[in-house]
């Protein structure tokens, strides 16, 4: 059974260059969480080491009084550092999960954690301008600037993976339609066969009302491997009229009979007619 699920969006073109990027992330905000972790913990031991200094020093008799008024601050620094920490780990692992995802559930999330990012790297600017101002030391002052620098380029990285978010159809990957009483005939009704490329000489059966994809892509109902070909290339759906509902979703275009279709919009066309993906090579007929 097709189950349907909200708008998706395909990455237009490679999304190597932002898995790398997000995977590079991941590993760093790994490495920070498991040192956050530890300092958090540090923190929260030092009541206890400071009780026992403090014993060793004064007394006994006067180790409660001091390390009452020393603990509580101690402990509230603690929850506030660590959740601090947990927010901005989080913010990260969310960022660079978007960033190595292939699809995403909506553009405008990839907006909001580049303007997360922005306003990280403008506290960074100011804490920069300000150690320069008190004359700290220079690895100090790049380090800040390293980070500043990671945070500013992470937020363009992730404004520019929104600009290359294009709308596919909903679905859901890799399960059939399952034919509804009286809506879907328990017999194909259309048929998919490639002329030219990698599909050459293979055909496909088509159930009417079921959506097929095809693409690079393992889910793909109809896999066509080729480079020019995107992970999903196009959708095709055979309507009840007898005729196509083809939606373009590529980064190199499908053409039917020599018209390119609109990305993102669906097209409604008569069987019989040659779909091209990307190129001449990989050519098919919907029959």
Known sequence: MERKMGVRYQIKGSNIFFKVWGIILLVLTAIRGILALIFTILLFTIPAMLRSSVAEVVGSSYSSYIMDSV?????????????????????????????VRDYVKSKEIL??????????????????????????????????????????????????????????????????????PGSIPSAPTGMVEGQFGAYQGRRSELYTGKLYKIGRES???????????????????????????????????????????????????????????????NVLQLK
Request: aromatic letters at 10%; hydrophobic letters at 50%; a positive charge.
């Open 71 to 99: 603990t509580g601050s101690v402990m509230v620094f603690a929850i506030i550092a660590f959740l601090f920490s947990a927010a901005i780990l989080t913010v990260e692992t969310m960022a660079g999960i978007l960033l």
């Open 111 to 180: 907006v909001v954690y580049a303007v997360l990012y922005f306003a990280a790297g403008f506290l960074n600017a100011i804490c920069f301008i300000f150690l320069i101002a008190i004359n700290v030391n220079i690895w100090l002052i790049f380090l800040v600037l390293l980070i500043l620098s990671w945070q500013i380029a992470t937020g363009v990285i992730l404004i520019v993976k929104q600009g290359r978010a294009v709308r596919i159809p909903s679905y859901s990957p890799g399960i059939a339609s399952a034919p509804r």
């Open 219 to 281: 889910s793909c109902e109809i896999q066509v491997n080729h480079p020019k070909v995107s992970r999903i290339h196009c959708t095709v759906c055979k309507l009840p009229n007898g005729r196509y509902q083809i939606t373009d979703c590529s980064s190199n275009g499908t053409f039917y009979d020599n018209i390119k279709l609109q990305k993102g919009g669906a097209m409604e066309v008569k069987p019989g007619g040659l779909l091209v993906l990307g190129e001449a090579d």
